[in-house]
């Protein structure tokens, strides 16, 4: 087996491979940019080499700086991770090239899943069964628009080198396919170098099932069953579990099987995903699950196969990359009890999930579940990388058992000042559908109103917070109260204000709740609420949005500006919008107003609470 291991990744994922690597004795070697010098990976491999500076572009995607920190350090072997360089096939050649062993798919796999149309057209010869769509070279806009007549609308146009949920879109009419063609097309050339599109049936329930296959150089490829990732967001993945609800023996043993038929058709090697699409208008069947795609890497939901299988799958990869055959014969693999996968992000469901980028200077996640993560408490989530702070990974005998332990784990998270996912991840798993199986990828769409974090602190929020606040008088300031239970002596009116806004809480009855006081920010079901106390003659909540200070949510750049001093503006009219992580978000009037202070100008670089205009309201 290898000895020695360069991890051309990063976070989590790094973290994940040193600690298997250092079960197997073999040596690690992290890479780092230097927005990454104090992570945890870091610390923990046993060499690390820099690579560059914080822009992905001059570090983790530089090749010949990460074969260069191969070279130096003597290492055999190079684990791309996931994400990065782990599907880019001129890579995986050059390590290959350069003597050392690719802990990955081989480059000639990578190219033949690499484009969506070419894929599906290599696996229909492989009588795997594919969605209905057009998959072919002409891109006449006539011909693709003839061909979404032939499929029958809705349609979904696909870029074919599209990846990470971006590039499609969903046309509903014949008269929109122009429009959808086109804008799917500018997207694809501006985020992909390629403007070539397919046209698959869209599939109005769809379920996404994915099966965990595995190859080794001596022809041998098992599965591992499958996991259902149908919760997502914008394409994105939110809750991944295995198995899939709802699925029967025959059906398992049908995508299972067309799964292993996939990869023997590119002569796989290593870990890699198949990814089928599920239309369960009628409930999950064999004849109604259709391969979308194949991942050429180890997948970020890997974990809850890793519980019900009771693998360890970096060693796996690392065994079939030192030419091991794999370590297990399919009849030895069997399926034990569920498990459950949430991603916790730094992220803020009330600005549409935007990025929330800051330093973790409170981070706690209760026990009792697996946690990988690449952060610790101190550590900053940048906007240079992916912002997810953990996955949390819960694993019973049975679903509901899974997804009512992850629930409570999710809804103990705090941190503080980065907003994150957690309250919604809480909501998500405690939902009565979710938990009866009723699922497809619209669930979270569906349901967005009852998953939202709340805006307004409820009775024990405002309770706790005030308890807290008349006993930190007679206590230290680092009042912590676990599990909160009071009583106050005398019924008493406290001025507290709670997130920037005021209230008058009757402390009458005890407090009860299973959150947090810390400091001075109260913990509970995965939110957080920041509380002071009030003078009578406040004015009001400083710099939040309630009294017209526009502040940036995070920091990005000021691409637009559609006010100027002065300007009368109406509720809800847009004043600035902001680039941050790629993404436009437009800042508008809390009410109708005047513009009294206009501090953004396009093409200004802004931090997080940066106050960028200020509206004076009429009275
Ligand atoms: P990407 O490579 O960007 O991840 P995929 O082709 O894997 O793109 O599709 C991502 C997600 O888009 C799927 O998980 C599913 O939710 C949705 N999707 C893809 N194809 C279809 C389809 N034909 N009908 C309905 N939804 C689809």
Redesign the pocket.
């Known amino acids: 087996m290898i000895e020695s291991l360069l991890i051309a990744n990063r976070g989590e994922i790094a973290r994940r491979i040193i600690r298997t690597a250092r079960r197997l004795g073999i040596r690690t070697v992290a890479t780092y940019s230097d927005a990454d010098a104090t992570m945890p990976f870091v610390r923990e491999a046993d060499d690390a080499v820099r690579i560059g500076p914080a822009p992905a572009r001059d570090s983790y995607l530089r090749q010949n700086r990460i074969l260069e920190a191969a070279r130096q350090t003597g290492v055999q072997a190079i684990h791309p991770g996931y994400g990065f360089l782990s599907e880019n096939a001129d890579f995986a050649e050059a390590v290959i090239r350069t003597g050392l062993i690719w802990v990955g798919a081989p480059p000639s796999a990578i190219r033949a899943m690499g484009l969506?149309d070419a894929a599906k057209q290599r696996m229909i010869a492989a009588n795997v069964p594919v969605?209905p769509?057009y998959f072919g070279e002409d891109q006449d806009p006539d011909r693709l628009r003839r061909e979404a007549d032939t499929i029958g609308y809705p349609v979904?146009i696909?870029a074919v080198a599209?990846?990470?949920?971006?590039?499609?879109r969903?046309v509903d009419a014949a008269a929109d396919f122009s429009t959808g063609l086109e804008s799917c097309r500018r997207e694809a050339a501006a985020s992909f170098g390629d403007d070539r599109v397919l046209i698959?049936?869209?599939?109005?329930s769809?379920r996404?099932i994915e099966v965990q296959v595995f190859g080794d150089i001596h022809g041998n490829v098992v599965h591992l069953f499958e996991r259902d990732?149908?919760l997502?967001r914008r394409?994105q993945?939110v809750v991944e579990e295995a198995p899939a609800p709802g699925m029967d023996e025959a059906t398992r043993k049908a995508v299972c099987t067309a799964a292993v038929q996939v990869a023997r058709a590119v002569d796989y090697v290593g870990a890699g995903t198949v990814?089928f699409?599920a239309d369960v208008s009628g409930g999950l069947c064999a004849d109604r699950i259709w391969f979308?795609?194949m991942n050429t890497r180890l997948q970020v939901e890997h974990p809850v196969t890793e519980a019900i299988t009771g693998q360890d799958l970096v060693e796996w990869q690392i065994r079939v990359a030192s030419g091991e055959p794999v370590p297990r014969r399919q009849e030895e693999l069997a399926i034990d009890g569920w498990a459950m996968e949430v991603r916790l992000y730094a992220e803020n469901p009330a600005t549409g999930f935007l990025p929330s980028i800051g330093c973790l200077e409170h981070l706690r996640i209760p026990e009792g579940v697996r946690i990988d993560s690449g952060v610790e408490q101190g550590d900053e989530i940048t906007s240079h990388y992916d912002p997810m702070i953990a996955k949390l990974i819960s694993h019973a005998p049975g679903r509901q058992q899974a997804a009512r332990m992850l629930a409570g784990v999710a809804a103990g998270v705090e941190v503080w000042p980065v907003h994150t996912n957690a309250a919604f991840l809480a909501r998500t798993l405690n939902h009565p559908d979710f938990l009866s199986g009723a699922i497809d990828?619209g669930f979270i769409e569906r349901h967005l109103m009852d998953l939202m974090p709340s805006t307004e602190p409820d009775e024990r929020v405002l309770q706790a917070a005030a308890s807290a606040l008349l006993g930190a008088v007679a206590q230290e300031p680092w009042t912590t109260l676990t599990g909160f239970r009071m009583n106050a002596e005398a019924s008493r009116q406290v001025n507290i204000e709670v997130a920037g806004r005021p209230y008058i809480v009757n402390l009458d009855q005890p407090a009860r709740g299973s959150g947090s006081v810390i400091k001075d920010i109260v913990f509970i079901d995965g939110e957080a609420w920041p509380f002071g106390s009030r003078r009578a003659d406040h004015a009001g909540g400083g710099q939040n949005l309630t009294d017209g200070s526009i502040i940036a949510p995070m920091p990005g750049t000021v691409i637009a500006v559609s006010v100027r001093q002065g300007d009368r503006v109406l509720r809800g009219q847009p004043l600035v919008i902001l680039e941050a992580m790629k993404m436009e978000q437009a800042l508008n009037a809390p009410f109708d107003g005047t513009v009294a202070e206009l501090r953004a100008s396009p093409g200004a670089q802004v931090t997080e609470g940066v106050l960028l205009a200020r509206i004076e309201g009429e009275d």
């Open positions: 969506k969605t769509g979904l696909k599209g990846g990470g949920g971006k590039g499609m969903r698959e049936k869209y599939i109005l769809p996404h990732c149908s997502q394409h993945k990814e699409i979308m795609e990828t």
